[in-house]
């Protein structure tokens, strides 16, 4: 099966709290940034947690976030070509 994104896709980070442990920051919830790279398909480390082994590997992106999406106009310390960069698992992003 294809991953879902491809480089160059604008992609938001679901808002949805979920029990337990997850990997993706709470503060990029309802953010946009970009696929950056798709780098395959990777064992579930939020599953894994739980001693859930042996699932099929999900798709694994590098999705870059401009500061002013994250963080808003608080931008101390932000250059002007400066990303913040996640690597995030596809169940966690729909297209935007």
Excluded: C, N
């Excluded at 919830?29 to 579930?44: M, N, W």
């Excluded at 739980?50 to 590098?62: N, T």
């Excluded at 401009?66 to 608080?74: A, F, N």
């Amino acid at each position: 099966m294809a991953p879902q994104f491809s480089p160059g896709d604008r992609v938001r980070v679901i808002a949805q709290l979920r029990p337990g442990h997850i990997r993706t920051p709470r503060w990029l919830f309802g953010k946009v940034g970009v696929v950056e790279a798709f780098h395959g398909r990777f064992p579930d480390a939020e599953k894994i947690a739980y001693h859930a082994y042996g699932l099929p590997p999900e798709p694994l992106y590098f999705v870059a976030f401009e500061p002013r999406e994250v963080w808003g106009d608080d931008l101390r310390g932000f250059g002007a070509r400066d990303r913040i960069m996640a690597e995030l698992y596809e169940h966690w992003l729909v297209a935007a």
